[in-house]
């Protein structure tokens, strides 16, 4: 073999060589096989989920998983079920148990966990939570629809236990099933309450795009909504969206709502006196109201239930939780950021809201306990005082509203920080306008008011409802920034002597069985 030989050869065994080297090395990179979307398996119209199972069984263990402890330490202001517990909102507000003093919200308020919970928490709160009868299962149970259907306003008006009683034996401690949000025959996401038609009907939204309806199924509960009244009886529950349209349902349609509709009064505020409506979880009106992720084509599921790969299927994750609690594995889809640095962004966020709402929250307190005191001083309805008094009233309203709907929303304003901004900026205008005109009448009529009003937190916080419940100071949120403490310092430091008692350990699910 000439020498010219011998060189081809060594050069045919190196490149025979590195092609079997590339070849193990192509074959132990192949890429993984390609995930199956699930397949779509008609199912009998029931609303047991676990019939449903028996067709989608990685998406009803998902749901099952709803009812799972959370991770502590993940969501600093959205705590709901972190490590069993319960999270009381009036201890983390402390200025909401004097705001809401008058009814159920100022007794017995968590913070909120997994679906399957639904009807259970419910059922364990506090009486006065239940007061509106069987209207309060509208968004809790699959079967209010048929009820309401049934019954009309006879089961809205029920009292609470009577209409639980009227639930299927299986449904009783069911929260919401599959076939609230989808077609058993297609799969199709849909929304099928009367409340939803009635909504989107007022709003002349008739044909839903299928960016709307991921976002309209949610917003079947996470919305605001009032229970409508004739003679303080439960009659219906509407949503206050009248005169708003998608994309624009405001604050300013919800509180013009409240205020021209007696039938949404719900309820007498023991401080001040005066008859209001309320604001419950506005998050679908809040998102949708131009916030950015809103206008970049998003809805709810793409953050709350991002799509997984679970034993080879491809599907939603139906055990919804905040982004913030699974390393923000669903913004990771779309943002080139690291989990630590995209939660440093949400934090910041939700900081500069909280910090707002804690500074509006104790001013609007301050505005009621003025209007007690005033109304323990004079009399408001004579002529020298009326005009004020009516126009500080006004105010109050306002700001009161804006407060509620900020303090509800449940992403401490995340989901459209621009717009929760405006809210509370605006909140904190018309709280201020309404202090200067309750300052004049006090000067007027010869009465001192302080600087810093004492709110008497302690009073509100302690000994709430038939439990009772009490004040759990560590969940108290703190001002990220030092305004609460340079504004409302006297009475952040009375908390320190507010008598204190523990969380309550919420019960447990149990995987239901045949």
Known sequence: MTHVDRSRAVRLVIWAAVVAMLSLGLAACAAPPIPEMPEIKPVEATNDPLVWAEAYPVQYRHWLATGDVRPEGESKYKRGFDGGLAYDKLSEWPFMPLLFKGWGFGIDYNEPRGHVFMVRDQSEADPSRVGAGGACLTCKSPSADRLYREQGEAFMSMPYTESLDLLPEGERELGVSCIDCHDNETLEVRSERWTVKQALSDIGLADPNAQ????????????????????????????PWQGGSWGN???????????????????????????????????????????????????????????????????????????????????????????????????????????????????????????????????????????????????YRQAFYRV????????????????????????????????????????????????????????????????????????TFEDPFPTSKNLWGANIDSLKSVETAEPHTMSLWETPTE
């Open 404 to 475: 509620v709907y900020m303090g509800a929303e449940n992403s401490i304003g995340f989901h459209n920080p621009s717009e929760g901004g405006r809210i509370l900026r605006d909140a904190m205008q018309y709280s201020g306008r309404a202090d200067a005109l309750l300052r004049q009448i006090a000067a007027r009529a010869d009465i001192a008011v302080p600087v810093e009003i004492d709110l008497e937190l302690g009073k509100y916080l302690t000994n709430r409802g038939v439990k009772p419940l009490g004040y759990v100071a560590w969940q």
């Open 212 to 239: 709307q309806q991921r976002i309209i199924a949610c917003g079947q509960c996470h919305v605001t909504y009032s229970v409508m009244k004739d003679e303080g009886k439960s009659v219906d529950v509407n949503f």
């Open 249 to 395: 349902i405001s604050i300013e349609t919800i509180i013009e709502n409240l205020e021209t509709d007696p039938a949404r009064i719900e309820w007498t505020q023991e401080v001040t006196g005066f008859k209001l409506g309320f604001i419950r979880h506005p998050d679908m009106e809040f998102f949708t109201d131009g916030s950015v992720h809103y206008k970049a084509g998003l809805g709810c599921p793409d953050c709350h239930m991002p799509y997984v790969v679970d034993q080879g299927t491809k599907t939603a994750d139906h055990n919804i939780m905040s982004p913030l609690k699974r390393d923000m594995d669903a913004c990771l889809k779309c943002h080139p950021e690291s989990p630590a640095e995209m939660k440093a962004q949400v934090l910041a966020i939700q900081n500069r809201a909280a910090s707002m709402l804690m500074n509006t929250g104790y001013a609007v307190a301050g505005n009621a306990k003025l209007f007690e005191l005033l109304n323990a001083s004079i009399d408001p309805a004579s002529p020298e005082y009326a005009a004020d008094y009516q126009q500080a009233a006004a105010y």
